[in-house]
């Protein structure tokens, strides 16, 4: 919360600029209610695809509103590869998660293995369709789609400017391919995987990269906004 609140008072509003903040589960309640009243909005990284039922140790879209969140982080690289989710499950909680009234921030991205056998497009294109999948254009408003190529999470070695637009322009032809060009235009696609203050600018300037996912430079006030005021131009 001390560091949300610490983003937050140098936050001006801005209508060109949407910033989020995404903490664990435990503190989701404390930190919205220090950015209350603030241009910062706060966001969940998982959330479980029912209303209630004995899910133990799950969190359902409800209990997200209720604690002040407004978005929420579905099919990030980790959930997908370390905790093993599989596409129907992450189809639900994107569905689920719309029909409740929150905002998704859909992840995807390929693996290293991937990339080098030339697979990029096709697991782009496979995660878009399965976890959009019964999502219509009008709940489009309401997601984000975050591109993030898995060897880039946390190792410190991002995309490069063109590896980023290019995947970025695929997933935007893709969602014109679905959802006509309007909606693909509108959609927010934003880049994540080891983004920092000095590469910022050059990865947000690409013309389909519309904003940031950060990871580690997001844990000090500094970073994230030395890559929030790279988002300002
Ligand atoms: O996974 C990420 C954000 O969700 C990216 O993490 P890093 O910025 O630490 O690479």
Known sequence: AQLAKAVADELTADENLLVAVCPPFPWIASVAA????????????DVYPAKEGAFT????PEMLLDAGASYVIIGHSERRHVIKESDSLINEKVKFSLASGLKVI???????????????NAVLEQQLSSGLAGVDAAGM???????EPVWAIGTGVN?????AQNA???????LAKTYGEN?????????????KPDNAKDLLSQPDVDGALVGGASLKADSFLAIVRAAMG
């Open 183 to 195: 909606v693909a235009q509108a959609v927010l696609i934003q880049y994540g995987g080891s983004v």
């Open 106 to 120: 859909y992840c995807i991205g390929e693996t290293l293995a991937q990339r080098q056998a030339n697979e990029t």
């Open 57 to 60: 140790g799950e969190v359902a």
């Open 159 to 163: 995309a490069t400017t063109e590896q």
């Open 34 to 45: 220090v950015v209350k009243g603030t241009p910062l909005l706060v966001g969940a990284q």
């Open 168 to 174: 970025h322009a695929f997933v935007r032809s893709q």
């Open 141 to 147: 408003a309401n997601v984000v789609i975050a591109y």
